[in-house]
C-alpha cells in the first residue's frame, strides 16, 4: 500500500489527485489490475468526475454546501457534522482499472479529492492489485 500526503488549502475543496495516483501506479510497476484509492477521514471524501471546466467543480462544491449547509442545529459537539455528512455522501473510496500501465479514465475525468473541513494535511492510500 502507498500512503499519498495531500494538503488542502481551503475548507471545502476539490483537489485534482489524478497526477499522484498515478504516479504512484507507474512507480508500482503493475500495467494490468485494479487500483483503489482510500481516503481514511472521517470529513473528506473521494470522487471522480469531470477535469476539463473547473467550473464543474466550483458548481459541485457550492450545491453540496446548500444541501448540506454549515450551521443547522446540529448535536455533534465538534462543530462540523456538516463535514461527517458530506463525506459518507461522497464515499470513501474509488476503484480504477488499470491498462498498459495507466488508469482507465475517461477523457473529461479526473480523480479528486474532496476536502470538506480544511485547510489540512489529509492522507490517501492507495492499493494496487495486479490482474
Ligand atoms: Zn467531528
Redesign the pocket.
Known amino acids: 500500500m502507498k500512503e499519498i500526503e495531500v494538503k488542502t488549502s481551503k475548507h471545502t475543496q476539490m483537489r485534482d489527485i489524478t497526477r499522484e495516483i498515478q504516479a504512484a501506479v507507474t512507480e508500482s510497476g503493475v500495467t494490468e489490475g485494479i487500483c483503489m484509492v482510500f481516503v481514511p477521514h ?2 473528506a471524501a473521494v470522487t471522480i468526475n469531470e477535469n476539463a471546466d473547473p467550473d464543474v467543480v466550483r458548481d459541485f462544491t457550492m450545491e453540496i454546501n446548500k444541501i448540506v449547509p454549515w450551521e443547522d442545529g446540529y448535536h ?1 459537539m ?1 462543530g ?2 456538516a ?2 455528512l458530506k463525506s459518507s455522501m461522497i464515499g470513501f473510496s474509488e476503484q480504477i482499472i488499470i491498462e498498459n500501465g495507466k488508469l482507465v479514465l475517461g477523457v473529461w475525468q479526473g480523480i479528486y479529492f474532496c476536502e470538506y473541513d480544511g485547510p489540512r494535511r489529509r492522507k490517501v492510500y492507495v492499493k494496487i492489485m495486479e490482474g
Open positions: 472521517t470529513t455533534h465538534e462540523n457534522s463535514a461527517h
